[in-house]
């Protein structure tokens, strides 16, 4: 096992997760990534490394992934709840299926796999930290690009991060969100490069800019 710990990602085979799983790898962490087609991620192999297929909304998926680590590296120190859905659009024209979606993905997967990894943290007795990716339009409207509903998610691990940061405290295992801008992945493979820009701005960048990434 790595001497830094374990990392789980979630959302860890494109974007933002692609970025997150390499970094915790070039620092020496052991790390599971899973998404619906984490097989199919472009990592090298890694004897640090575990991918494992499945849909975090679904608890089974969360607890495949928990066991992997769990057998494989034998614990769980970090997770980086990551995996997500964005559909956006003005808010009389989403259906029950989009809510569903984003909350299931967002809002589900999260809950499932933060309870097993804070259960464990707790079995180890050592700490630990869960990083929620949220978004910075949370708290940055722009009428231009509605997106209502998402982001009724995103503030939801907002404050779940800190509520849950208050009542494990005593237990040092920390809980912290990022709030991201517009950052240039496959999710953004179809809108105009020259609007994200403009949301950028929107969100309150002080160098208003896409972050970009593979």
Known sequence: MAGSGTVIVTGGSKGI???????????????VATARNASGSPFASSPNLALV??????????????????????????????????????????????????????LEGFFHIAKLAVKQMLTQGRGGSVI?????????SNADSPNSVPMFTK?????ATLALAAEFAKQDIRFNAVAPGIVDTPMHANNPKDFLKTLCRWAGSRHPRMLRMA
């Open 17 to 31: 997760g692609v970025a997150v799983v390499q970094s915790f790898l070039d620092r020496g962490y052991a790390v």
């Open 53 to 106: 297929d499945g849909d975090i909304s679904k608890a089974a998926a969360a607890k495949a992934v928990a066991e992997v680590a769990i057998s494989r590296f034998g614990s769980i120190d970090h997770l980086v709840a990551n995996a997500g859905i964005f559909i956006g659009k003005p808010f009389l024209e989403y259906i029950e299926e989009d809510y569903r979606a984003l909350t299931s993905t967002n």
């Open 132 to 140: 929620s990716i949220t978004a910075a339009s949370v708290d940055s």
């Open 155 to 159: 503030g939801a691990l907002n404050a």
